[in-house]
């Protein structure tokens, strides 16, 4: 079939089957632009109409200034999985005042306080539902305590959610199962922070923690990557002073011995501590063993046998 006589649609279907998707079926150019008034794609080249009638996803109506797009936004806060119901119920308001800031009467108030009772009791309809909003709360309390971002909390919310579905919850604690995910979470997220450090905020001991999460990540399937020790160097650094050149000294000590299969098996943490101390002697920033130790919350022994296996492999003395 000859180029005159094939339509744009043909050539349209070609090009995405080759993988071209945004090139111009015309002229071959990929200098498209869209327009946002008549929701089409136009090839500035030569003009064609590549693709048309293309969804809107902004609002109906239109506003020219601050306070028209205030007074015609229909939008509330963002759905979040951080809270049982995801935020979409109504919270009352602890102050005890009106519309304009005015204290309201006693009589107003006591009867405030009986709603705000309702409500709280109305927004958990079941056992789950309360045992959900404990557990996201316990989540909430940890993930401010150790220092994550919010992006955390949703993946810990969410795997929480899916092991209750799942009910790997029975016989367990709300708050060890709420603490492996949290765990989980930064594990999924690349947050590092060690399961030393997340059972000191939490109510329920290490042990209990590992096991619930090995527990959980196999029954949900949870993918987890072997935490790079590299990720603990930089806040570890930071919280001994130490300078940039000792932080990267850790970092290639970790890449080269890694590549000579020095890590496997080994705890990141530890491994993270003794690669510091043994950077902080090369650039004569010496930080004792101990506090290397306090700071990574790992044994002296540790750090003494990682150092001595890492100095071995990089040919140092």
Known sequence: MSRSTRTREEDVAERERDGDQRGCPECESSNLVQSADRGELICEDCGLVV????????????????????????????????????????????????????????????????????????????????????????????????????????????????????????????????????????????????????????????????RTYRYVSQELGLEMKPVDPTKYVPRFCSELDLSEEVQSKAGEIIETTAEKGLLSGKSPTGYAAAAIYAASLLCNEKKTQREVADVAQVTEVTIRNRYQEQIEAMGLH
Request: hydrophobic content about 30%; overall charge positive; some cysteine.
């Open 51 to 210: 693709e048309e009638d293309n969804v809107d996803r902004g609002p109906e109506w239109r506003a020219f200034n601050h306070s028209e797009r205030q007074q015609k936004s229909r939008v509330g806060a963002p759905t979040t999985q951080t809270m049982h119901d995801k935020g979409l119920t109504t919270q009352i308001d602890w102050k005890d005042q009106d519309a304009y800031g005015r204290s309201i009467s006693s009589k107003k108030r006591s009867q405030m306080h009986r709603l705000r009772k309702w409500q709280e009791r109305i927004r958990t309809k079941d056992a789950g539902e309360r045992n959900l909003q404990f557990a996201l709360s316990e989540i909430d309390r940890m993930a401010s305590a150790i220092g994550v971002p919010r992006s955390v909390r949703e993946v810990a919310s969410v795997i929480y959610r899916r092991a209750l579905k799942e009910d790997l919850i029975r016989g367990r604690s709300i708050e060890g199962v709420a603490t492996s995910c949290l765990y989980a979470a930064c594990r999924k997220e690349g947050i590092p922070r060690s399961l030393e450090e997340i059972s000191e905020v939490s109510r329920v001991e290490r042990k209990e923690i590992g």
